[in-house]
Each structure stands twice: as structure tokens, then as C-alpha cells.
């Protein structure tokens, strides 16, 4: 079984930068593609931002274009989200989910785990 956990979420203002962490203790998470997810109150989860097992490849909601970047540190077993530009509207509980991919697969937005999540904050 997976576990993903995530950090580095928090407080800042409109403008602002963070970077989150999904970290997994589990050598087979480089065989995993991995996306962020995020759900805000009253509102259903969306997808963020994925990146391919390879990490040649990524994908973005178009609300995030231009403002975050997805990356993998595959020595530590690690996926960032960078977040700059930060806005209110991207208040929200932000997941991290993986999926077990063949080498040569692109992103995926189906994932099979998911960690608990982490909360980011964005006042005006």
C-alpha cells in the first residue's frame, strides 16, 4: 500500500509563493506518475497538476498555467508543487495522489492513492 504524505502547506498572502511536498517512504514511488488535487469548502476536488513517471512530462489546470510547476526529486522520493502568484481562489486542501504507470506513459488524472492532504491559505 502507498502512503503519500504532503507538506509545506500554509498561510501566505495574495502574491506569495509556497512549495509543496508529497514524499512516500515506498522505493516504488518512482515507478508512480503523480498529481495534485485540491478541494476548497463547498466545492468539489480538481485537478491541479500532474507529472509523468519519467518526469519528462507534466500537465496543469488551466487555472494554474504560468504560476506553478510540478517537478520530481527522484533520489528522495519526493514530487513538488512550486506555487508562485499565489491568489485567494486557490485556497483550498491540496492532495497528492500517485499511480502505479508504465516508463513511457504521459500524465495521468486517474490515480490510485492518495495522501491526507495539506492546507494552503491564501489571504487577500
Known amino acids: 500500500q502507498m502512503q503519500l504524505v504532503e507538506s509545506g502547506g500554509g498561510l501566505v498572502q495574495a502574491g506569495g509563493s509556497l512549495r509543496l511536498s508529497c514524499a512516500s517512504s515506498?522505493?516504488?514511488?518512482?515507478?508512480?506518475?503523480v498529481g495534485w488535487f485540491r478541494q476548497a469548502p463547498g466545492k468539489e476536488r480538481e485537478f491541479v497538476s500532474g507529472?509523468?513517471?519519467?518526469?519528462?512530462?507534466?500537465d496543469y489546470a488551466d487555472s494554474v498555467k504560468g504560476r506553478f510547476t510540478i517537478s520530481r526529486d527522484k533520489a528522495k522520493n519526493t514530487v513538488y508543487l512550486q506555487m508562485n502568484s499565489l491568489k485567494p481562489e486557490d485556497t483550498a486542501v491540496y492532495y497528492c495522489?500517485?499511480?502505479?504507470?508504465?516508463?513511457?506513459?504521459?500524465?495521468?488524472?486517474?490515480?490510485?492513492?492518495w495522501g491526507q492532504g495539506t492546507q494552503v491559505t491564501v489571504s487577500p
Open positions: 495522489a500517485s499511480r502505479r504507470t508504465i516508463l513511457t506513459a504521459p500524465p495521468t488524472r486517474t490515480f490510485d492513492h
Open positions: 515506498r522505493s516504488m514511488f518512482s515507478e508512480h506518475a
Open positions: 507529472i509523468s513517471r519519467s518526469g519528462m512530462n507534466t
